[in-house]
């Protein structure tokens, strides 16, 4: 058990029953040439999240903790994009559409895949779905009860859109979901203010908001004893 400062107070995770969960770290995202600069994003922005990702990740996998992969995209053929998410706006190039990473968020493309720097390892799974939420579509929720996981540590981007609308759906179906704020981004900062300020109102209406650095403290308290213990037995 670690207790972890977090807004709107401090929440009490069981790390045996706690998932890391990354939302949609992919090129088309995150890249020049990708779905997010098609709709007229500067897409650097959403790189301040990688680097405190990165340091999360390394951290979770330390505690063998279970490490979840989100994707958004759809099937080549397109039989899974409502037609008014295909139609909206005015992209430069349209969901589909060939681009310099291949078509624009179509599975199996290189621009629908996770950016390098947190790409997932073996054991890893990832979630490929056709919404802006983890749990639609797909079988998120199956692999997390067959997992007994209980509490969600919620990263990625974008924070107002994918991040959020995974985290409300988490919560109707009873997880408890911790968002590390800056292992989050938006292409709007102040979106994503916004967003993790939603989760974190009226005493925690969808869940817990608290940093990277804060998340990895409690997991360093929590394997530090079983680490001096390896270390001792050693000896």
């Given amino acids: 058990m670690i207790t972890v400062a977090a807004e709107p107070q401090p ?18 995202f995150l890249e020049p ?26 951290g979770a996998r330390d505690a063998g903790m279970l490490v979840i992969h989100t994707r958004e995209g759809h099937r080549p053929d397109l039989s899974d994009a409502p037609p008014a998410k295909i139609e909206r706006g005015s992209p430069s190039k349209r969901i589909g559409d060939p681009g310099p990473m291949g078509r624009i968020l ?13 790409y997932p ?25 067959n997992c007994g996981i209980e509490n969600l540590i919620v990263c990625g981007v974008t924070t107002e859109v994918c991040v959020n609308t995974t985290v409300r759906e988490a919560n109707d179906r009873g997880y408890r979901c911790v968002v590390l704020s800056d292992c989050c981004a938006s292409y709007f900062p102040e979106f ?4 993790l300020k939603m989760i974190k ?11 990277s650095e804060q998340m990895l403290a ?15 037995s050693g000896s």
Avoid: C
Wanted: proline share 4%.
């Fill in 11 to 28: 929440i009490v995770l069981n790390i045996d029953r706690t998932a890391l969960v990354i939302i949609d770290m992919q090129r088309d």
């Fill in 33 to 58: 040439g990708g779905f997010g600069e098609t709709l007229g994003n500067n897409v650097s922005l959403l790189k301040a999240a990688v680097a405190p990702l990165k340091a999360m990740l390394a």
């Fill in 106 to 118: 179509i599975r199996g493309e290189p621009g629908h895949d996770i950016i390098e720097e947190l």
């Fill in 121 to 145: 390892i073996d054991g890893e799974p990832v979630i490929d779905k056709p919404g802006k939420g983890a749990f639609y579509q797909t079988d998120l929720q199956l692999m997390l009860q």
């Fill in 192 to 195: 994503h203010e916004m967003g």
């Fill in 201 to 211: 109102a009226q005493g925690g209406i969808f869940g817990w908001v608290t940093g």
């Fill in 218 to 232: 409690g997991l360093a308290a929590a394997t530090a004893p079983s680490k001096k213990y390896a270390q001792g």
